[in-house]
């Protein structure tokens, strides 16, 4: 499959901006490299309370599989992390690279 790259832009709950990009950053972010994922890189807009990041995914599933991978993952479930606690709003696009 070819690589694939999204890019997410999360809206996060009033307050819950730090929390989350820890959280991201320390239990998201092994399992998703774990599992074959890149991070392209993260940033965070405080004036609007969000989070974008970049991932990709490069192997011989699709990212929409291998997306399915980590939302069944032993070690996803065990995070207790429902993203609705944090995210008030998502959007996941699919983006390509222009050279």
């Given at each position: 499959?070819?690589?694939?790259?999204?890019?997410?832009?999360?809206?996060?709950?009033?307050?819950m901006l730090d929390e989350w990009v820890?959280?991201?950053?320390?239990?998201?972010?092994?399992?998703r490299l774990a599992l074959g994922f890149t991070i392209d890189g993260a940033w965070v807009d405080r004036e609007r309370n969000r989070f974008v990041w970049l991932i990709s995914y490069d192997g011989p599933e699709t990212f929409e599989e291998r997306n399915?991978?980590?939302?069944?993952?032993?070690?996803?479930?065990?995070?207790?992390?429902?993203?609705?606690?944090y995210l008030a709003h998502t959007d996941d696009r699919t983006v390509e690279r222009v050279r």
């Open positions: 499959m070819a690589k694939t790259t999204q890019l997410r832009t999360y809206t996060v709950r009033d307050g820890e959280r991201w950053r320390e239990e998201i972010v092994p399992l399915a991978v980590y939302w069944a993952s032993p070690r996803r479930k065990a995070m207790g992390l429902d993203p609705d606690d």
